[in-house]
Structure formats: C-alpha cells, structure tokens
C-alpha cells in the first residue's frame, strides 16, 4: 500500500557531502515522522535523524554523532524526507534506510514502512 524509495547513495571521499533523498508514495492519509536509519556490516540498524512531525517547524533529532554534520529536511507536499550529509567519515559507510509512520486513512492506525536502503561508502 505505501512504498518508501531512496536515493541519492554512492562513493565518496571522505570530507565529501551527498544528500539522500526518499518518496513515499501509495496509499498515503497522512505521515506524522520521517526518520533516516542506518546499517553498518556487522552492526545493528540505528536511528540517525528524524522529522517527527507533519508540520514544517516540528521537533527533529540527530545522533550525538552526526549532530553539525547532517541536516534531515521534509517537504511535505512531496512526501519526501532528505538527509544532507557533509564532513563525511570512513565510519559513516553504511547502508541508509528511510522509515516512515504512515496513517493510510483516517480513521485508521498508523503503521510504520521502510525503504530498500541506499549504500553509502566514504573511503579515506
């Protein structure tokens, strides 16, 4: 009913920026938070960023270790969450994955998605 799709993954050096993007699209009511995980090879998927919120001045959180570093943004009108990420670190490398908390009608729970990742190498 509801897709989650991420972008904007790829190699970069370290020092480098690049900006993730992620549609929800389907059968969409409404979206309360947005939040952008990631995944490291051998460690478990952690929250790095989150939107929570349907308005444009909501509460947002970082990481303490990717505070100053990347800026999570929403458009609401796109159903889109982004996450701009500058300064990057070799220990950055990760699989990223974009999460949703979607009400696909009204009188309805929400239910949380996730996208299919997006890799994101930093080498030194």
């Known amino acids: 009913q509801v897709q989650l799709v991420e972008s904007g993954g790829g190699l970069v050096q370290a020092g480098g920026s690049l900006r993730l993007s992620c549609v929800a699209s389907g059968r969409i009511f409404s979206i309360s938070a947005m939040y952008w995980y990631r995944q490291a090879p051998g460690k478990q998927r952690e929250v790095i960023a989150g939107?929570?919120?349907?308005?444009?001045?909501?509460?947002?959180y970082y990481a303490d270790y990717v505070k100053g570093r990347f800026t999570i943004s929403r458009d609401n009108a796109k159903n889109t969450v982004y996450l701009q990420m500058n300064s990057l670190k070799p220990e950055d490398t990760a699989v990223y994955y974009c999460?949703?908390?979607?009400?696909?009608?009204?009188?309805?729970?929400?239910?949380?998605?996730w996208g299919q990742g997006t890799q994101v190498t930093v080498s030194s």
């Open positions: 939107h929570a919120s349907d308005t444009s001045d909501g509460s947002i």
């Open positions: 999460n949703a908390i979607v009400k696909t009608e009204r009188f309805m729970g929400s239910r949380n998605y």
